[in-house]
């Protein structure tokens, strides 16, 4: 079919205003690609992806609604923009079509604070950090702390589901959200109403919710706050193996104790920048040992009685406390495992990625000695984490690198890794995917009944979408 | 008791939100909306105001009650559904709308009393039948038919407890009358109740191996204008005095006790049985639904003769929780618990509380 | 056979019943299946109370379903589904199909008229499974809610999940209608329970929602299956998170002068990262109702006692009692505005605040103290643990006095309302208001978050007059629900919508509303699950 580009550019053009609108390679080459590291890799030596056709910048729900009204017209292919810093694909253009990209970052204002109930209005173009910025001038936070908090968007954090460290206390973004506001593919927008809990039919933001802009575009949300806390708590404990650790954590969690933080992972004395010149070179024991990483935030004497609690665990286990100090540590560089995966991308023959499954406790020890062990078996590199605890499970953040002959093999290897983790994690009982989304990336790699869910997804995705304008080819739709 | 004395009770229960409708062992087996307790009593509200015909098929719900009367045990109204539906029964059976399952039902009661007589003077010596005794021991129609061994083990404990004053009431019916009642057959219970009564009321106490018996002559008997003036025990409450001087050899190491309806609920004898039987046991399991909570075994209420598959499906539901253990047996102190719930106990032993005792001594 | 049985009031033939088993029969012969008439009146309705209004009428089951059917498996279940999608191709009376559980909805959510084919689930009651090292169990939808927390309970696991329909209510149900429990603010509402569920789709498909520890990529169909009301598929098994049963218990109660005194107390406690498991504020005249229950009895006693007794301060006497009774039930208008003048005298300690805490000791023992000192200097009164107790040795209670009310010629009902804080205020007032003309009212608030809170209306009017009572009692629910909306509250907190309420759907969501109906189209394009509940058809 030959779009008639010119008039597209025209009627977008008076959908957003000539200012808001771009087909400036300064603009479709920024917006090319996300931060999926098998694009990334690609890009390195081969050409750098085309870009979308169009870069548009709406300003309000309506003119999103203008713009997809426009996109069915000439059944153009949209994706909603946020950060761009989907690790899935799930922001960037694929195949040889003439793409929207909808970038919601204007759309970044607070629309209503209600303190008295602590529920923020806001828009969902707007950057995690700067939301929580604002709500702690107020007093407030969000409690949702991803490692992308400096990059991605609300919009994409509810589009994805995602989960921040803070995760055992205050759940995924979704669980935060009281209602939204979506454009849907035909251009209506449309406003899941606000109530701290209904019985009135399904939940009916959660069709949008994790969605990743396969069904519409989320421009705005109802969020739940809370007070930013009076005290934070450190604490870590030392345990030998990663079982004791997990059976810790577990306990805590049934016992009712809320951490804001509750990770495990390898001894961050064994770091090399951490360690002393002069050490010596770690033993089997040293890196088999994982520590628990702990933060509470609360009343003092709630928190008190949660550390004594996790402490009488821990200590039972065969946890051997470290004090506040690893942890805190922790907390002042939390986010830079955002930054520790770029150097392992910028040269051809490396490959990286970030595997993260989730799984039930019973399956997680298993899931976490199959993981590292397949992994290490093919002289691939692994920092595997245990975070997102909650009462039933947790995820494994798996962190991989390794090295190639070429920058083809180290692409080969990358699809191997990932079909590796799939088969460990199937075979172990976890579910792959809990943290970034399915993108273009996960939807090939999923276990059957996670396969159907998504199939389901293009069903729903057919009646709301007939002309299949929105963000196809992500979680397995067309 | 006529049906209309009960319409406080059944008003209440058709406008109920079923509140009751867990405990039902009919309901809960059968997954029937129609007879858990407040169906059941709804139907018999609109039979009763003429809202919906009575016919055998609408009396059948009626029939769907093991009378266990666990459902009172969540009323807060203090409504009774077994004597209501008992009465309800007994309407079907005056306008003749009883199903035809009840067919024939006083003649067959009649046979098997004659022929279960006849069994009983087989089976025990007639050294034990004694025409002037202070204590008559009546036993009863299942106790016979199922485990007649019972009425060898309890005359062996009392032996042993050096209780030489009993003998077995040597008389023509081997059975209160429970079946009658539960069958809506009221003029035959009076009648039999009176015949009873006037046999029995030569001796000072009574005691027998039947809870539903004992019930029946404490309560049933005086309001049928048949009372009995000597005292009527049940073997376990009898028994309870003398549990000190049961000497046993050996101990079983681990036993449920299983409440029987009457002997528990019914009658409100719960530690007797439990003193009893620790002496031959060294740990008593409790089921979670015990004591006033006890579940019925699925045999009463003619239940187990009406619907056998519903009675089968009680008893398995009551065992559930043992078969989940490695707990090798259940002890009740009823012929008809005993009966029913070895049907479906598979590995799992169900013996009467007398031959536990007669065994360990 | 069902055919020689005369019901009053049975407007639906019988024989199209029969033609539809016998079609069903020879379709599905492994299926259980009755038409019995006692099946078709005990089915007929579940617990609407404008249902029970129809029934003090005579009109029992107006409307019976055709038959019913207990598959045994979720693969019957789906033969079902084909079945009634086959029938519902080929023209002729459309098949329609209502997953049944314990029927004791109180929106009219399995009442799906005549000819229906109501699908009771009871016959998948196992437990599947419990993980006590995951905190899970596995169940499938039929089970009683007792009956679950019973088993659990026997592993020294709890479910947390305690409505007052507990024993009259099954997983299933709870899933289908969004429940919640007594102790939602410290377990959560049945939809945080869940993890992920196996349904079958009226697409006849199997559809196992999540994973066994939620998450997972894509929507969520889990949430968007909970509250479904069988409209988009049966639900018939269930994974859900358990806790330890708890180790320790506190309860207490408060006293605030002023209802929205009390109001704010809740939400500071909330609002200060405590989990109390139990939190209910009673309203001036539901704190005398709320405290005087033990005392087994009916309700209308409860009543009078409240107004002739307490009210005038001294003994009533009966003919006194019958007069106020008849007050109450005749002019509720007037008996709403003297509650509400005399509101501080018939509760010397104003509104009762009852708060409970429970799970690990040391846990409830500093939250209770922490609880304790937000609520008094939010200007508490320390009313002891008695009223704390008293409530929860009672807390199945109420349900009893609905029988109660209704054999002495009243209906009562109830309206589960919520809404953020700020504006709940004008959420009870209006509501209140709305409903004051033609019922005697009155009100407590549980279930509280962070954001807001559910208020629980209670309330009785006479029922005295057959036809007149249906038209006010359908009068007082538009009317409460139209002040609901307007006040920004959603109109359903935890009963569920089915077919009372249906249409106030477009209210409630306004044009998201097509997002259900998307999912409906999906889900149900032959149109076969349970139409007319939440506003679809």
Same mark, same amino acid.
């Given at each position: ?34 931060f999926?590291p098998?694009? *990334? ?34 059944? /153009? ?6 950060g761009?810093s989907s690790m899935v ?6 195949? !040889? ?21 602590m ?8 950057v995690g950090v700067?939301l929580e910025e604002?709500l702690n001038a107020?007093g407030f936070s969000l409690g949702h702390v991803p490692t992308s908090m400096t990059t991605a968007?609300l919009?994409g954090w509810l589009?994805t589901q995602s989960a921040g460290m803070l995760s055992s206390r205050y759940g995924r973004v979704g669980d935060l959200c ?31 919710i994790g ?12 969020l739940r706050l809370h007070r930013l806390p009076l005290h934070r708590r450190f604490d870590s404990f030392c345990f030998e193996q990663v079982a004791p650790a997990m059976g810790a954590l577990r306990q805590s969690l049934a016992a009712g104790v809320r951490p804001l933080v509750a990770r495990i992972q390898r001894d961050p004395r064994l770091r090399r920048s951490d360690r002393e010149q002069d050490a010596p070179e770690p033993t089997p024991a040293d890196l088999s040992r994982r520590v628990l990483l702990l933060a509470y935030e609360g009343p003092v004497e709630l928190v008190e009685v949660e550390q004594e609690i996790v402490r009488d665990l821990a200590t039972a286990l065969g946890g051997e406390g470290l004090g506040q100090a690893p942890a805190r540590r922790w907390w002042g560089q939390r986010f830079a495992a955002g930054f520790r995966m770029t150097p392992l991308l910028?040269?051809?023959?490396l490959f990286a990625d970030y595997v993260e499954l989730g799984a039930t406790w019973q399956a997680l020890s298993g899931l976490y000695d199959n993981l590292e062990e397949a992994f290490e078996k093919r002289g691939w590199r692994t920092r595997i984490t245990v975070e997102h605890a909650r009462l039933e499970g947790a995820s494994l953040g798996c962190a991989f690198w390794g090295e190639? !002959? ?8 990358y699809?191997?890794a990932w079909?590796l983790a799939a088969r460990v994690c199937h075979a172990g009982g976890g579910g792959l995917g809990h943290v970034y989304g399915g993108?273009?990336?996960r939807?090939?790699l999923l276990d059957?009944?996670a ?6 997804? &293009? ?20 | ?11 209440? +229960? ?5 509140? +009751? ?50 459902? @009172? ?32 039902? &006083?003649?067959?009661? #009649? ?31 299942? &106790? ?43 003029? $035959? ?32 008997? =005086? ?38 309806? #009457? ?28 004591? $006033? ?34 707990? =090798? ?11 029913? /719930? ?20 | ?16 019943? !029969? ?6 029969? !020879? ?22 109370? @404008? ?19 207990? =598959? ?7 033969? *079902? ?46 437990v599947v499974r419990i993980e006590p090292h995951n905190n899970l169990v596995r169940a ?9 927390e019973?088993r659990l309970n026997m592993e020294g696991l709890t479910l947390g999940h ?19 429990g007594?102790c939602s603010s410290l377990y959560g509402k049945i939809e945080d329970m869940a993890t992920t ?13 999540g994973r066994d520890m939620g998450g997972g990529v894509?929507?969520s169909?889990t949430q ?14 269930a994974t859900l998170k358990v806790h330890p049963a708890p180790a320790h218990r506190m309860m207490r ?15 500071r406690l909330m609002q200060a990262g405590l989990r109390p498991a139990v939190v209910?504020?009673?309203? $001036? ?29 001294? @003994? ?39 708060v409970g805490w429970e799970g690990d000791k040391r846990l409830t023992e500093v939250q209770a103290r922490l609880g304790h000192d937000e609520l ?6 320390? /009313? ?43 959420? #009870? ?19 509280a978050y962070p954001e ?9 009017? =006479? ?52 997002? *259900? ?21």
């Open positions: 079919m030959s779009v008639p580009q010119s008039e597209i550019t025209g009627q977008l053009a008076e959908a957003v205003g000539p200012e808001n609108l771009s087909s400036s390679p300064v603009d479709t080459i920024a917006h090319a690609l996300d999926w098998r694009a *990334l890799m690609k890009s390195r030596s081969g050409p750098w992806p085309r870009g979308p056709k169009w870069v548009v910048w709406p300003g309000a729900a309506a003119e999103v609604a203008h713009v997809l009204r426009i996109a069915s017209a000439y059944a /153009l292919p949209v994706i909603p923009y946020g761009g694909g799930g922001a960037s253009p694929r195949g !040889d079509r003439p793409w929207i990209v909808i970038n919601c970052k204007r759309m970044c204002n607070i629309l209503d604070m209600d303190e008295v109930s529920v923020v209005h806001v828009q969902a173009g707007i700067e604002r107020r968007t919009g589009s009281l209602g939204l506001t979506a454009v849907l593919p035909d251009g209506q927008v449309v406003h899941t109403r606000v109530a701290p809990r209904r019985a009135t039919g399904p939940e009916l933001a959660h069709l949008l969605a990743e802009g396969t069904l519409g575009v989320i421009t705005a949300a109802h910028v040269q051809d023959h190639a !002959d070429s920058a083809e093999a180290a692409l080969e290897a699809d191997e079909r993108g273009q990336h939807a090939a059957d009944n396969k159907q869910r998504l199939a389901v997804l &293009t069903e729903v995705k057919r009646k709301l979408d007939p002309a299949g304008i929105m963000n196809p080819g992500i979680l397995g739709t067309e | 008791m006529s049906f209309d004395e009960y319409e406080k009770a059944l008003e209440l +229960c058709t406008y109920c939100p079923k509140l +009751c409708r867990h405990t039902c062992p009919v309901g809960n087996a059968e997954r029937r909306e129609s007879v858990i307790p407040q169906a059941k009593m709804a139907m018999a509200n609109l039979v009763r105001k003429g809202q919906v015909e009575l016919t055998p098929e609408t009396a059948s719900v009626f029939y769907h009650c093991n009378g266990c009367g666990l459902c @009172g045990e969540y009323c807060e109204h203090d409504v009774d559904v077994t004597p209501a539906l008992f009465a309800a029964r007994a309407e079907a059976v005056n306008k003749g709308m009883d199903p035809p399952s009840m067919k024939q039902f &006083t003649d067959r009661f #009649y046979a098997r009393n004659d022929s279960l007589l006849h069994e009983l003077h087989h089976t025990i010596e007639e050294r034990f039948f004694v025409e002037e005794a202070q204590v008559a021991y009546f036993p009863s129609c299942d &106790t016979i038919e199922h485990s007649p061994r019972v009425l060898h083990d309890t005359l062996k404990v009392l032996e042993s407890v050096g209780v030489d004053y009993v003998a077995l009431h040597d008389g023509e019916y081997v059975c209160a009358g429970y079946p009658f009642w539960a069958a809506g057959l009221m003029s $035959e219970l009076s009648f039999l109740a009176k015949e009873i009564a006037s046999k029995l009321s030569n001796y000072k106490k009574i005691i027998c191996d039947c809870p539903a018996c004992v019930w029946m002559m404490r309560f049933l008997y =005086p309001q049928l204008g048949a009372p009995i003036s000597a005292e009527v025990l049940h073997v376990v409450e009898f028994m309870d005095n003398y549990a000190p001087r049961i000497q046993v050899s050996s101990t079983v190491p681990e036993a449920f006790y299983h409440d029987p309806c #009457y002997l528990g609920r019914w009658l409100g004898v719960f530690d007797a049985p439990r003193r009893l039987m620790g002496r031959a046991v060294r740990e008593i399991h409790e089921f979670t639904w015990n004591r $006033e909570r006890g579940y019925c075994c699925g045999g009463g209420g003619l239940v187990a003769d009406n619907l056998p598959d519903v009675s089968a499906k009680i008893a398995q539901r009551r065992l559930e929780e043992v078969m989940r253990t490695d707990v =090798p047996m259940v002890v009740s102190a009823c012929a008809t618990c005993e009966r029913n /719930l070895s049907q479906e106990s598979g590995n799992v032993e169900v013996v009467n509380l007398m031959t536990l005792l007669a065994r360990q001594l | 056979m069902a055919g020689s049985v005369r019901i009053l009031q049975m407007t639906a033939p019988l024989t199209s019943a !029969d033609s539809r088993l016998a079609e069903l029969r !020879d379709a599905l012969p492994d299926l259980r299946v009755s038409n019995h008439v006692t099946d078709r009146i005990a089915y007929a309705r579940d617990l609407w109370p @404008g249902g029970q209004i129809e029934k003090l009428a005579g009109k029992h089951a107006p409307e019976p379903p055709a038959c019913v059917v207990w =598959p045994k498996d979720s693969a019957q279940v789906v033969e *079902l589904v084909q079945w009634a999608k086959a029938k519902a191709g080929v023209g002729g009376d459309p098949v329609v199909l209502v997953p049944f559980g314990a029927g004791s909805g109180v929106c009219g959510g399995t009442m799906a008229g005549a000819g229906s084919v109501i699908v009771d689930l009871k016959e998948m009651d196992s499938q939808s039929g089970i009683i809610g007792w009956h679950l019973d305690f409505p007052s329909s507990l024993m009259c209510s099954t997983l299933g149900g709870y899933l289908a209608t969004r429940s919640a007594q569920m196996e349904v079958v789709t009226g697409t006849g498909e199997v559809l196992e929602t894509g929507p169909w968007l299956f909970i509250g479904s009301e069988g409209a988009l598929g049966f639900i018939t098994a109660g408060y006293g605030f002068g002023r209802v929205s005194a009390g109001c704010e107390a809740i939400r209910r504020l009673y309203d $001036e005249f539901d704190t005398v109702m709320a405290r005087s229950s033990a005392e087994k009895g009916s309700e209308a006693d409860t009543l009078l006692d409240a107004i002739s007794g307490r009210v005038k301060g001294s @003994g009533a006497m009966p003919w006194l009692k019958r007069k106020a009774l008849q007050m109450v039930l005749t002019r509720p208008d007037v008996t709403n505005r003297l509650i509400e003048e005399l509101a501080p005298r018939i509760s010397a300690d104003g509104c009762l605040l009852v008094m200097r939010s200007g508490g009164k320390d /009313l002891g643990e008695e009223p704390g107790w008293h409530w929860f040795k009672n807390r199945y209670a109420v349900s009893y006095k609905q029988s109660k009310l209704f054999t002495s010629g009243a209906f009562v009902d109830t309206m589960e309302v919520a809404a953020t804080w700020d504006r709940l205020m004008d959420l #009870y007032e209006g509501v209140r208001k709305a409903i004051a003309p033609f019922a005697f009212v009155m009100a407590h608030f549980s279930h807001g809170c559910s208020i629980y209306f209670s309330f009785v009017g =006479p029922a005295t007059d057959p036809g007149q009572t249906r038209q006010q009692y359908d009068r007082l629910w538009r009317r409460g629900l139209t002040a609901a909306t307007r006040a920004g509250g959603t109109i359903s907190h935890h009963h569920g919508v089915g077919r009372s309420k249906a249409h106030f759907m477009t209210e409630e969501h306004g044009n998201s509303l097509r997002l *259900l109906q998307t999912l409906k189209a999906t889900f149900d394009p032959a149109s076969i699950l349970n139409p007319g509940v939440l506003g679809l058809s």
